[in-house]
Every structure is written in structure tokens, then in C-alpha cells.
């Protein structure tokens, strides 16, 4: 089994893909739920047909060079370098993106294979917003409607990413119960897209959840350490020693790391958030 895509050059190593089962060792798997078991499974053959069809290809190249912006630049921390004692750091530039994350990477590729499937909505939980304003950004862009679950006590925290959303058309479900953050805007979203299986595809923001999502995810994002690993040959006529992430729900990480799992003499190291 490989997501790799010859024509792209971007995919997933064998290394970090799932078994047959969606299982990372011990870790993932599919959700036991039938109708959504049944909805999981319309994803995962939808998505392994779109990553080899040439006009989905073609399209994802367009819209990341036309309307994101790649390829974002990697950029010498010159005066970072010189505080840290002359490590050479240089950074991706992400934060370049259309909507200011990696979060649109994964997002078009989403709202594209929900149109392929057919859906008419797009459904999602955000907790700092930012893969809520790349889910309605790339929505609004194909004419889908967008829906996005938030707890109220990061509505009242994000409140310049919620007025991006809701000028971008998305529906806002203001979730109050429990504590009123992420986990509880997750479980309000996938109530809602119980009930609406047969017309919306969940778009799940990071490289979490039941299969297919976290090599769905972990797919879209790999154009990230491809990128990387291209322009810092090409800067610097080398490799780095260490490749740095951030991890929270994993999506900037893996996508990062993905282009560099042949290299093993480049460390790879996460810094998780606290």
C-alpha cells in the first residue's frame, strides 16, 4: 500500500503509512460505528482514487501555486542563528499561506474529494480557528456550503477568526456544554454529520481521528517537507541536521517530516505544546 504520487512527487513513505486496518502499530484505527464505518469507508476509496487521477492532480497543482501560494519560501533566521550561538536556522514559511497556516493544504484537498463524492457540506470543529478560516476559505472558493463547531469559550478567545469565518460564509454552532472548548466542539460536529451522512463530508483538521483521516491529512500536507527538502538542497547545497515541528494534532509535523524519511542521517524532533 503507498500514497506516493509519481507525478507530484508528493505522498507518504511506507514507512508511515497505516495497515489495512488504518492501524499505526498500536495506535489509530477504523471507527466501530456502522453508518459511520460505512461513511469512513466512501472517504477512503474516494480519496485513494483522487490522489491518482490526473485532473485532481492537475487541479491541486493550480490551486496551490494560483491561490495559496507555493511554494512557500524557507528563510535564513539570520539574527535567530546569532542568539542561538550559530546553528544555522532557517524556517518554513507557512504562515505565508493564504489564511496565514498550513491548515489550506489539507483543506482544499478535502473540499475537493467532498465534491467528488458528491456532498453538498462541509463539517468541522476548530478550537483556535485557524483550521475553521481554511475550511470556509477553500469551501466559499467551490461553492460548498461550510459549517464549523466551536466551543464558546474559544469563540470569546478567537473572536478575529470567527468574524473571518462567518465573512467567508461558514455557519457558526456555538458549543456550550461540558467545558466548552475543542473536545466538545469535536463531538457536537460528528453529531450533526450523523445525521447528515448522505450529503456532507467531516473534514477533520489535523492528523487525528478514525481512518482515513490521519494519511488524508498527512497526504495533503507532505507537499510542506517535500517543499522543504528541495529548497534547502538548492540554499544551502546540503541537508539539515535536524528537521524541528511543533505538534499538536500533528499535521504540520508529519507534513514536514514526510520529506525527509529517506534521509537518515537528518534528526527529526517535535516540540509538543503545554
Given at each position: 500500500m503507498t500514497t506516493q504520487n509519481t507525478t507530484t512527487g508528493y505522498g507518504l513513505h511506507q514507512s508511515i503509512l497505516p495497515n489495512d486496518d488504518g492501524l499505526y502499530g498500536e495506535f489509530g484505527g477504523k471507527i466501530g460505528h456502522p453508518e459511520l464505518a460505512k461513511a469512513m469507508a466512501e472517504i477512503e476509496v474516494g480519496f485513494r482514487e483522487i490522489i491518482k487521477n490526473d485532473d485532481f492532480i492537475a487541479e491541486m497543482k493550480r490551486l496551490r501555486e494560483t491561490y495559496v501560494g507555493r511554494p512557500s519560501p524557507i528563510y535564513h533566521a539570520q539574527r535567530l542563528t546569532k542568539h542561538c550561538g550559530g546553528a544555522q536556522i532557517y524556517f518554513k514559511r507557512e504562515d505565508l499561506n493564504h489564511t496565514g497556516a498550513h491548515k489550506i493544504n489539507h483543506c482544499l484537498g478535502e473540499v475537493l474529494l467532498a465534491k467528488k463524492l458528491g456532498k453538498t457540506k462541509v463539517i468541522a470543529e476548530t478550537g483556535a480557528g485557524q483550521?475553521?478560516?481554511?475550511?470556509?476559505?477553500?469551501?466559499?472558493?467551490?461553492?460548498?456550503?461550510?459549517?464549523?463547531?466551536?466551543?464558546?469559550?474559544d469563540i470569546k478567545k478567537e473572536h478575529?477568526?470567527?468574524?473571518?469565518?462567518?465573512?467567508?460564509?461558514?455557519?457558526i454552532v456555538p458549543v456550550s456544554r461540558g467545558a466548552g472548548t475543542l473536545k466538545e466542539a469535536v463531538d457536537s460536529a460528528?453529531?450533526?454529520?450523523?445525521?447528515?451522512?448522505?450529503?456532507?463530508?467531516?473534514?477533520?483538521?489535523?492528523?487525528?481521528?478514525?481512518?482515513?483521516?490521519?494519511?488524508?491529512?498527512?497526504?495533503?500536507?507532505?507537499?510542506v517537507g517535500h517543499e522543504a527538502r528541495s529548497q534547502f538542497l538548492t540554499t544551502t547545497g546540503k541537508l539539515p541536521n535536524k528537521v524541528v515541528a511543533c505538534i499538536g494534532g500533528g499535521s504540520n509535523a508529519i507534513g514536514m517530516f514526510s520529506g525527509f524519511f529517506d534521509d537518515k542521517n537528518v534528526e527529526k524532533r517535535r516540540g509538543t505544546r503545554r
Open positions: 483550521h475553521g478560516v481554511a475550511l470556509a476559505t477553500a469551501a466559499a472558493l467551490m461553492g460548498m456550503e461550510c459549517e464549523i463547531h466551536m466551543g464558546v469559550v478575529p477568526n470567527v468574524s473571518r469565518m462567518k465573512i467567508l460564509g461558514a455557519n460528528f453529531e450533526t454529520y450523523l445525521n447528515e451522512l448522505d450529503t456532507s463530508m467531516f473534514a477533520i483538521g489535523s492528523a487525528l481521528g478514525p481512518a482515513p483521516y490521519p494519511e488524508m491529512v498527512s497526504y495533503f500536507q507532505s507537499v
